[in-house]
């Protein structure tokens, strides 16, 4: 897991959405993330050329996956990106959550507002029961991020990933579906706030050809 975001800014999905990526957006992907990696390190790696990009492209279309882009609305910027990788139907319905933001745009909660929108979608969209997200301990702002979108720390797993060359300890925190839907209660008073907009990113292309002719240099 790579460094989240501290979740400064407001609550909700206002200023960013989730999409596909596309293979148009390998130049500024591959930028942002090439940008960003010694504040990536030790937490993850991320593509940073040409050919690590296509072999996410080519995750996206796999069944068990999911690729969300989290762009800004106001631009169409790509601030970072979350997965859901590993996804498991029959018995479990559950996934596995990683996630980056890009290091120019890093503690202004976009990130959080993001997150927001991929539970919703995980658990109304995907019908999923258990998101699990695993956390390097000294990666404090993507703790951070977790724990302030309702995942509750489940255990430690030594050795359990390697990154840099290095097995790194990491600890887990997950959400259910049912403390997602009590959380999102306990907020309806807020209306979308917490849960953001149901922006699935397959079902996104048409809004996002619908912003793109505001911003006809963009792609």
């Not at 790579?2 to 293979?23: H, W």
């Not at 498991?88 to 890093?106: D, H, I, N, T, W």
């Not at 359990?160 to 959400?175: C, N, P, S, T, V």
Request: glycine share 10%.
């Amino acid at each position: 897991m790579s460094p989240g975001d501290d979740g400064v800014g407001p609550r909700g999905g206002s200023r960013v959405f989730l999409r596909a990526p596309a293979r148009s957006d390998r130049d500024e992907f591959v930028s942002l993330m090439r940008a960003s990696r010694s504040f990536h390190r030790p937490w993850a790696t991320a593509p940073t050329d040409n050919g690590r990009f296509d072999a996410y492209l080519a995750d996206a279309r796999r069944p068990d996956f999911e690729a969300m882009l989290v762009c800004r609305r106001e631009d169409l910027v790509i601030v970072g990106f979350f997965n859901l990788s590993q996804i498991e139907r029959g018995a479990m319905q559950s996934a596995y959550l990683g996630y980056a933001v890009g290091k120019p745009f890093a503690g202004r909660g976009y990130m959080r507002e993001g997150l927001e929108a991929v539970l919703r979608y995980a658990f109304q969209t995907l019908r999923l029961h258990r998101i699990e997200a695993n956390i390097q301990p000294g990666n404090h702002a993507s703790i951070a991020l977790a724990r302030g979108a309702g995942f509750k720390h489940e255990g430690f797993s030594p050795r359990y990933l390697k990154i840099g060359g290095r097995w790194r300890d990491h600890e887990r925190w997950a959400i259910l579906a049912e403390e997602w839907r009590a959380r999102a209660e306990n907020s309806s008073g807020r209306g979308d706030e917490l849960t953001g907009r149901p922006e699935a990113p397959r079902r996104l292309r048409s809004a996002y050809r619908a912003a793109s002719e505001r911003f006809p240099g963009r792609r």
